[in-house]
């Protein structure tokens, strides 16, 4: 396998919960330093919460989008993120 190449790694269920937390830390912290900035400093950086999620987090922006659309079709009685499984065949017999 090559540099260029990534082997696939599976977030499991705390992992993805992980993810959306800070991304929704980050979101609120960006909220904050918006409505209390008052024109003193440049928010352009803090604007991209995706991408910020992404580099605290150690995964790509398009797995904090696919966590973060995950995370809206959760039923709301459980809200609770799911691990993947493995798909395994019954046995006969």
């Not at 540099?3 to 790694?9: A, H, L, M, V």
């Not at 499991?12 to 919960?17: F, I, Q, V």
């Not at 900035?37 to 989008?65: F, M, Q, Y």
Request: net charge positive; aromatic share 6%.
């Amino acid at each position: 396998m090559s540099n260029t190449e990534k082997k696939r790694k599976v977030i499991r269920s705390e992992g993805r919960a992980i993810v959306a937390s800070v991304y929704h830390f980050l979101q609120e912290e960006y909220n904050f330093m918006k409505e209390n900035n008052h024109d003193w400093c440049d928010l352009t950086p803090l604007s991209n919460i995706r991408k910020r999620t992404a580099n605290a987090t150690g995964v790509s922006e398009r797995t904090v989008t696919t966590i973060l659309k995950e995370e809206k079709e959760l039923p709301s009685t459980s809200g609770k993120f799911v691990s993947p499984m493995k798909k395994r065949r019954k046995k006969s017999g």
